[in-house]
């Protein structure tokens, strides 16, 4: 009985906590960190500037005085056609976006966190609302206290790979939505804050969503949205990076054992299946097994 006391003790607390939420503008003046450019020959970005910079933090949905921030995400929705004129697949090799801090409360070291980043389609006339979006893969990246930008400045770049990603905008009629998912860091020991990072420069040709449901936006909202006072600031920064045209298509490749892994054709050693797009269910048939008594199996060596 004690200890189902405590559970429910445990379960108001982080209520309690999680209600004592609200939007924080998670800003710091200091010296911007420039992006180094990309290696892949086509890059989109909604950010302005020259170069662009990580500086201060987007908004969040937390608490400063008892240290956390909630599950959240901070998106920016894309046209390639409309936007960009890419009319054909888009190979996307990379995304590059900034982390502005991860602590923990009252200075503690804090464990590791996983923040994914989480890659949308979207009709191009649809409402951005998460009923009209469809997950087409999920990028996790492990963020540790080494992760923080070291004073002056005020943000560190990271890259997250996205192998055999192509999206084709379909003449405009299907968008694109890259998103930060981080968890919530109220119930973690320490409680730990984490921010994306926002641009230097002022100046963005569409604004960022953030989804804030501990404060009251479960759904995609604009800093407009979340302080109409201040419509232009958190300029969260998202670059992707990639290659015109198709890549070699994935597909499901059967080796000598019956295993399945997603590969190109020309890396499969084994049978593989082009029109196979997961392992689940797997495709590759089970190695025959020949059933035998011992007494078969002994006349073999004799």
């Not at 200075?107 to 994914?116: F, K």
């Not at 649809?126 to 469809?134: P, S």
């Not at 569409?206 to 006072?229: K, Q, R, S």
């Not at 590759?284 to 004799?302: A, D």
Request: hydrophobic share 40%; proline share 8%; aromatic share 10%.
């Amino acid at each position: 009985m004690k200890s189902l006391l405590l559970v429910v003790m445990g379960l108001l607390l982080i209520g309690t906590v999680a209600n004592a939420s609200e939007i924080i503008a998670d800003n710091d003046s200091g010296v911007g960190t420039a992006w180094a450019g990309s290696r892949a020959a086509f890059s989109m970005t909604q950010n302005l500037g020259a170069p662009i910079a990580l500086t201060d933090g987007v908004y969040t949905c937390g608490n400063v005085t008892l240290g956390y921030t909630t599950e959240s995400w901070s998106m920016r929705r894309f046209s390639p056609y409309w936007e960009f004129g890419l009319d054909g697949p888009l190979n996307i090799l990379d995304v590059d976006w900034g982390i502005r801090r991860f602590v923990a409360l009252l200075d503690s070291i804090p464990n590791d966190i996983v923040v994914d980043l989480e890659l949308y389609s979207i009709p191009s006339d649809a409402a951005m609302l998460w009923a009209n979006m469809t997950l087409i893969a999920t990028f996790p990246n492990t963020v540790t206290m080494a992760d923080n930008p070291i004073a002056p400045s005020v943000g560190t770049w990271r890259n997250t790979l996205t192998p055999g990603v192509i999206f084709n905008p379909l003449g405009g009629t299907v968008d694109l939505v890259v998103a930060i998912h981080q968890p919530e860091g109220f119930s973690t020991t320490p409680a730990t804050r984490f921010a994306c990072s926002a641009n230097n420069a002022p100046g963005q040709t569409a604004y960022p969503y953030y989804v804030f449901a501990d404060c009251g936006f479960a759904e995609p909202a604009t800093p407009g949205d979340l302080n109409p006072a201040s419509p232009d600031v958190a300029e969260f920064v998202l670059i992707i990076n990639g290659e015109e045209g198709s890549a070699p298509p994935l597909g499901a490749c059967c080796d000598a054992a019956g295993l399945c892994t997603m590969t190109v054709e020309t890396a499969c050693v084994g049978t593989w299946h082009a029109e196979w797009l997961t392992c689940d269910p797997n495709p590759c048939p089970p190695v025959p097994v020949e059933t035998k008594s011992w007494g078969e199996v002994k006349s073999l060596y004799r």
